[in-house]
């Protein structure tokens, strides 16, 4: 035996430091490949996007209450104009900027729900202030109110855009979270089910339509039945 095969060869200790190295090393390449498999990588997309798109809801709804204070007063210049409608406008908005909005606020569905409820009952309040608007001539004819009108149509139908854009969001983040396997994935990362906006006026939509037989229909007037033709000379 030569001195030298014997030093050629690593010690038990340096192998099993060695084989821990390559261990290590393959668990580190492996470990995107396993969590991009298991719907990681797509978690950490959509949850990004939910946040965006509720980014954008509140940013429009930022927008409209903004506008509110310059249409009170431009209607306040309008002589008798209705007050009650006024005043509701006036109290939904401090209503609905009286809620703080968190990060938090998207992910409790009871906070959520008294956000949404604040702006809905404000945006009656302004559906409602814009119909009373009608009646006065002088107000229509008013340029800034009519400006103001516009920008607050305009900001209503991006508020819906943006609804609709953070519902689709949290409904592809949802799926994912509920659907088999990355529902596992969810509960190891801790990804949780997300509350989600929802109809408006749901309890009217699921209510059935109230039919009522005991009035009869409104119906067109009976035709008066035809005069009966004179009888004629031979006859008699």
Do not use: H
Not at 128 to 157: H, M
Not at 158 to 187: E, G
Not at 208 to 228: E, G, L, R, Y
């Amino acid at each position: 035996m030569t001195p030298s095969m014997n030093t050629a060869r690593p010690a038990p200790a340096a192998r099993s430091t060695s084989v821990a190295r390559r261990l290590s090393a393959a668990l580190v390449i492996a470990a995107p490949l396993v969590l991009s498999g298991c719907g990681y990588n797509e978690f950490q997309s959509l949850d990004e996007q939910v946040t965006a798109s509720w980014s954008e809801v509140l940013s429009q709804y930022q927008r409209r209450t903004d506008l509110i204070p310059n249409i009170v007063n431009t209607v306040k210049g309008e002589a008798n104009f209705e007050q009650e409608t006024l005043t509701k406008v006036v109290e939904a908005r401090a209503k609905a900027t009286s809620i703080q909005v968190t990060p938090e606020l998207a992910r409790d569905p009871e906070a959520l729900k008294r956000f949404q409820a604040a702006q809905g009952e404000l945006s009656g309040a302004l559906s409602r202030l814009l119909a009373v608007s009608e009646r006065y001539p002088t107000l229509q004819a008013n340029q800034g109110f009519r400006d103001l009108r516009v920008q607050l149509e305009g900001t209503e139908n991006r508020i819906t855009v943006a609804r609709n854009r953070y519902i689709k969001s949290v409904q592809d983040y949802n799926v994912l979270a509920r659907r088999f396997p990355t529902n596992l994935t969810a509960k190891v990362f801790g990804y949780e089910v997300k509350p989600n906006f929802t109809v408006q006026n749901e309890a009217a939509i699921s209510a059935p339509p109230s039919v009522n037989f005991d009035k009869p229909a409104a119906t067109t007037p009976a035709t008066p039945p035809a005069p009966a033709p004179a009888a004629s000379p031979a006859s008699n």
